[in-house]
């Protein structure tokens, strides 16, 4: 980091931009998440809209990861992360003790970097969580979700003949689309993902991608990204995150084009990161 | 006496080795100096001094022991011409004996002491004969070791590649190793193979695998009444199964929540702390379970059966199983340990990131991902079970009962084999050969469960790489 930008970053106190939307289906507020000591995000506040796709990016190691995986405590599974701030899913506090982090994860559905199909059929992998939430009173119910799952995550075509075949003889690019058919199987209100496409090449890249974008119909979505052509293509609002900062949120296109922070200029224009 | 001659030479021959080791280094270090500096070399100089040595070592050590194998024959014929025809005359038995007695009185350097001048006269020929054979094999072992250690020296030049030959060397070295340990094995085998198609020429394969009645006491007189002996090994293999049966029920269910336990919910040092001692079961001796067995399980048994009003034996499969079954709990909960921690977190992740709890993530995804593993290490458990004897001999008695109740005494197989051979014995009576015929079975019973095994588990293996 340059001197002047690393002025411009301890200057920081407040992100730039509207960190609020006007129909927000998340919101979280001054945030701080420490490991053990480590103090990994600073006082965020940032909202989901419904209806949206919500893009972070940012160099890695500034807490994309970290923040997003607040909104639906799946930080709770690491023993040293303490999670402070309020964080609110339809006005429900996250963290609260009338919240079950079990339930709120059902809500708040995960896809994570690496494709993690579990060591089940690809049908099974789609049946896992209706089954343990009791979604399907049958197993005609149980069919449906989960054809209509595979459907939606664009995978249905290519295994209706081998259902019965592990998820792990799946390409790259079928198995993050089963781990999505997955998440949706259960009906969740919002989906995190985690860099989903880091792991797969162009062509399984573009297809989750146009799939993101129809997705946005039915749920909230965010997306931790590594690539800000992909942050362009598939989200409406971009959040710039910088050493546990959240340093300027807006438009995707104003940030794309318009970036008002300097730094939020300088990682646009391939200046570091 | 002769044995220390061997000794002197194998310590002279090392010496020597070590010698030439020094010579090929410094031979190396003024070879580079005359070929710009050691740049200019194949190898480092060590290398050639490394392999100067084996030169002079392997050689001689190899002739050295080819002529310790084939002395004692060569003597012999040599001798045969001094043995009186009379003896000769006598037959086989007369000879042996005649040359046991040559033999014992030179070991012991107390020639004078045989009374007869013939037998004096051969004893001081076979004397002479040894002593010759040692002298033959010092000059011969030196003179290989000095001679290929001086040739070994001349050939060092800058192209030789000391470096790849003695790197050949350590790979025959190390290939002989690992084949020793693998013919070994097939010695075992084989020998007791043979011993077994030996009892199966006395005693039907048929009979053997089917008779349902052990008694194999056999007639020592012949014209003792009675004991025929029968060998039927039914009875053995059912004790043996209903014991390991039952060492399974413990623990299988103990080792895999233990294992479970330690992998997903203990801290870092309560692991640190319990699996350790968990292991420490497999490492108790198996006479130590065997009195704990014995003494304390088996009364325990008996006392509170005939309290609900059930007979028991004082010697049960029912003790000797459940101690078992504590002992091998560390097979279980071992292996299990750790392909459940070999599970990746990813997959954990996946399943609480929908809102599964985390028995569930366990019991539907943990340990589905891990059942190969799991099951590899239940297997391995089992065959230590069936070939496990001690416990039982002491816990649950000699009677070869054919029964399926764990409250009676019963026996096993590896109990048998050792009751067999214990004691005096005929080498090739039925009674000892049965043994043979019942350790094959057993090899290959176990064998059997260990491949499968080891298939199992690397199929696991495969899924995760
Ligand atoms: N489990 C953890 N324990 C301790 N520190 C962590 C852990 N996970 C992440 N961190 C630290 O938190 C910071 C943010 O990490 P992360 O959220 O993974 O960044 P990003 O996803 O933006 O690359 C990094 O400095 C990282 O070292
Ligand atoms: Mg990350």
């Avoid at chain 2, 310590?11 to 080791?21: E, N, Q």
């Avoid at chain 2, 040359?99 to 051969?122: F, M, W, Y």
């Avoid at chain 2, 479970?260 to 001796?285: D, F, H, N, Q, T």
């Avoid at chain 2, 070869?400 to 014995?425: R, S, Y």
């Amino acid at each position: 980091m340059s001197d002047a930008a690393k002025e411009a970053f301890d200057a920081l106190t407040e992100t730039v931009g509207r960190v609020t939307v006007d129909d927000p289906k998340m919101q979280a507020e001054n945030v701080d998440v420490f490991y053990a000591e480590k103090q990994a995000i600073y006082d965020v506040t940032l909202d989901v809209a419904k209806n949206e796709v919500v893009a972070m990016i940012g160099p890695s190691g500034c807490g994309k990861s970290t923040f997003l995986r607040c909104l639906n405590r799946m930080n709770d599974t690491i023993p040293s992360c303490k999670v402070s701030g309020n964080i609110t899913l339809e006005g429900e506090s996250l963290y609260s003790s009338a919240m079950d982090p079990v339930m709120l994860r059902a809500r708040v559905g995960m896809v994570f970097q690496k494709p993690n199909p579990f060591a089940k059929s690809i049908y099974d992998n789609v049946a896992y969580g209706p089954k343990i939430h009791g979604l399907a009173n049958n197993r005609a119910e149980l069919d449906d979700i989960v054809e209509s799952s595979l459907h939606r995550a664009g995978l249905f075509d290519e295994v209706k003949d081998r259902l019965n075949a592990p998820g792990t003889s799946l390409s790259g690019g079928q198995q993050q689309r089963l781990c999505i058919a997955r998440t949706i199987a259960v009906s969740p209100e919002v989906i995190l993902m985690d860099e989903p496409c880091s792991a797969l090449d162009p062509i399984a890249t573009a297809r989750i991608e146009e799939l993101i974008d129809e997705l946005r119909e039915n749920y909230a979505i965010a997306i931790v990204t590594h690539s800000m052509q992909q942050a362009a293509r598939v989200s409406q609002r971009t959040a710039y995150f910088h050493l546990g900062k959240l340093v300027e949120v807006g438009e995707t296109k104003t940030i794309f084009t318009n970036p008002s922070h300097e730094l939020t200029e300088n990682y646009i224009t391939g200046r570091f990161g | 006496m002769e044995s220390l001659s061997v000794t002197h030479l194998t310590i002279v021959i090392l010496l020597l080795t070590f010698l030439y080791f020094l010579f090929g280094r410094h031979r190396a270090y003024s070879v580079a100096k005359t070929n710009g500096g050691l740049k200019g070399m194949h190898s480092l100089p060590s290398h050639y001094g490394t392999l100067v040595a084996l030169w002079c070592a392997i050689p001689a050590l190899l002739i050295m022991v080819l002529w310790k194998l084939f002395e004692p024959a060569v003597v012999d014929s040599l001798l045969a011409s001094s043995i009186p025809d009379a003896i000769h005359a006598q037959g086989e038995k007369s000879v042996s004996l005649y040359r046991n007695e040559i033999n014992n009185a030179v070991d012991s350097g107390k020639i004078d002491s045989l009374l007869d001048p013939v037998k004096q006269a051969t004893a001081t020929r076979l004397d002479g004969l040894q002593k010759n054979a040692t002298l033959g094999l010092f000059v011969l072992v030196l003179c290989t070791a000095i001679v290929l250690g001086v040739l070994a020296l001349k050939r060092i030049t800058p192209k030789l590649t000391a470096r790849h030959r003695v790197e050949a060397v350590i790979k025959g070295f190390l290939l002989l190793c690992a084949s020793i340990a693998i013919l070994t094995t097939l010695g075992i085998v084989l020998s007791v193979l043979f011993e077994s198609i030996r009892f199966f020429g006395q005693v039907n394969i048929f009979d053997f695998v089917t008779g349902v009645k052990w008694s194999p006491q056999t007639a020592i007189r012949t014209d003792q009444v009675g004991s025929t002996g029968s060998f039927g090994a039914v009875p053995l293999f059912t004790g043996t199964l209903l014991i390991s049966l039952i060492a399974m029920i413990v623990a299988v269910p103990f080792g895999l929540m233990s294992a479970i336990y330690l992998a997903e919910y203990a801290s870092p040092r309560m692991r640190a702390i319990v699996k350790p001692l968990l292991e420490m079961l497999a490492g108790i001796p198996t006479v130590v379970y065997g009195v704990f067995a014995a003494l304390t399980v088996a009364p325990i048994i008996k006392d509170i059966g005939q309290s609900v009003g059930l007979s028991v034996a004082s010697e049960s499969a029912l003790a000797a199983g459940l101690v078992m079954g504590i002992m091998i709990i560390p097979f279980v909960s071992s292996l299990s340990d750790d392909v459940i921690t070999a599970v990746p977190q990813s997959m954990r992740d996946g399943s609480f990131g929908l809102g599964a709890t985390h028995s569930e993530t366990i019991r539907k995804v943990v340990i589905p991902a891990a059942l190969p593993g799991i099951v590899g290490g239940v297997l391995l458990a089992a065959s230590r079970a069936i070939g496990e004897t001690m416990i039982v001999v002491m816990a649950a008695g000699l009677a070869a009962n054919l029964t399926a109740n764990p409250l009676e005494a019963v026996t096993t197989v590896t109990v048998q084999i050792v009751t067999l051979l214990t004691g005096d014995q005929e080498f090739d009576s039925a009674k000892t050969l049965a043994a043979f015929a019942l350790g094959l079975m057993l090899f290959v019973a176990t064998l059997i469960l260990n491949v499968i095994a080891l298939i199992v588990v690397r199929r696991y293996r495969e899924q995760y790489e």
